[in-house]
C-alpha cells in the first residue's frame, strides 16, 4: 500500500507543475524560452528512451511470460499501438484553435511583467474589419480571452488523464523509473501552465484566478490515475501480472506519442539552433544512467 501512495504522490507532483508555470509567467522578470526549450526537449528524450529501453520490453516480458512466446509479443505489439490510437483520440477530439500545446510569443507573456506593455490579441480579433479598436471596454474581446483560456484547461485536463494514469503506473511497478517520468512529465506541465494561465489573466485581470484555473487542469493527472486504478481494482479484480504487460505497453505508447507529437515540437518552437536536440540527448543520457545505476 506504501507503493500506491508514492505512486500517487509523484503523480501529484507532476500534476502541480501547470501551477509553476503559470506562477513562472506572472512573477519572473522575464520567460526564459531558451529553458523552456531544453527542458522540454530533455522531458521527450527521458520519455522517449525509457518508454522503449524499459517499459515496452517489462511490457513483453510481463505479456510473454503470462501468455507464451507467440501471443505475448503480439499483445505487446497491440498494447502500444492501443496506447499511441488512444491518446491519439483524445487528441483528435479537442479543437485545434483551443489546443494546449501552443506557444505563447514573449510579446504576449511581456505585459505580466510591465505594466506599460501592449496587450496582444492572441489572434482573437483578426476577424475583425479593419480600423476596429479593441479597448477596455471590449467585453466581447476580453470573452473571447477567456474561453480561449478555459477551453485551454479543460484541453489540458483531458490530456492529463491519460498522462497521470502512465505516470501512477510506472510508480507504482518501480518508484525510481516513477520518479523520473514524473520529472519528465513535471517540465513538459511548465509551458502547459504558461498557456492556460496567460489568456485567462488578460480576460479577468486576476492573477489568483489564472494561477487556480491552471493548478486545477493539473490535477486531472492525480484524478486520472485514481479512476484508472480503481476501475482496475473494480472490473479485473485486482491488477495481474498479463493486465500490467498490457498497460506498460500502452504507457509507452502514450508517452512515445506525448513526446513526438507535443513536446519535441513545443521544444523546436521555444528554442534557437540544435537547443531541443541538446535537450533531448541530455534527457535519453540522463535516463540511461539513471536505470544503470538502478540496476
Not at 479593441?134 to 498522462?163: K, S
Request: hydrophobic content about 50%; aromatic content about 10%.
Amino acid at each position: 500500500m506504501t507503493r500506491v501512495w508514492i505512486a500517487f504522490g509523484l503523480t501529484i507532483c507532476a500534476g502541480m507543475a501547470t501551477g509553476a508555470g503559470s506562477a513562472i509567467a506572472f512573477f519572473a522578470r522575464r520567460t526564459n524560452y531558451r529553458f523552456l526549450s531544453v527542458s522540454t526537449g530533455f522531458s521527450a528524450g527521458v520519455m522517449l528512451y525509457v518508454s522503449f529501453v524499459e517499459i515496452l520490453v517489462k511490457s513483453a516480458d510481463t505479456l510473454t511470460t503470462s501468455h507464451g512466446e507467440y501471443w505475448g509479443p503480439w499483445l505487446n505489439v497491440a498494447s502500444f499501438f492501443g496506447g499511441i490510437l488512444l491518446i491519439g483520440t483524445i487528441d483528435s477530439l479537442v479543437p485545434s484553435a483551443e489546443n494546449p500545446h501552443v506557444t505563447h510569443a514573449e510579446a504576449e507573456i511581456a505585459p505580466l511583467h510591465d505594466a506599460s506593455a501592449p496587450l496582444p490579441d492572441f489572434g482573437v480579433l483578426r476577424s475583425e474589419p479593419a480600423g476596429f479598436d479593441a479597448g477596455v471596454h471590449d467585453h466581447g474581446r476580453h470573452q473571447r480571452l477567456l474561453r480561449m483560456g478555459l477551453f485551454t484547461a479543460f484541453a489540458i485536463a483531458v490530456h492529463n488523464f491519460p498522462e497521470g494514469l502512465a505516470t501512477f503506473l510506472a510508480a507504482l511497478d518501480d518508484p525510481k523509473v516513477g520518479g523520473a517520468i514524473a520529472v519528465a512529465i513535471a517540465l513538459h506541465n511548465i509551458p502547459e501552465g504558461i498557456s492556460v494561465s496567460v489568456p485567462i489573466f488578460y480576460a479577468t485581470g486576476n492573477r489568483r484566478k489564472a494561477l487556480l484555473l491552471s493548478v486545477l487542469s493539473g490535477l486531472a493527472e492525480p484524478v486520472g490515475a485514481a479512476i484508472g486504478y480503481a476501475l482496475l481494482l473494480v472490473l479485473a479484480g485486482g491488477v495481474s501480472s498479463g493486465i500490467m504487460g498490457v498497460l506498460f505497453g500502452g504507457v509507452a505508447g502514450i508517452m512515445v506519442y506525448i513526446s513526438l507529437d507535443e513536446l519535441l515540437p513545443t521544444s523546436r518552437a521555444y528554442g534557437k539552433g540544435h537547443d531541443s536536440l541538446f535537450g533531448l540527448l541530455a534527457g535519453m543520457a540522463t535516463m540511461a544512467l539513471s536505470l544503470l545505476l538502478m540496476r
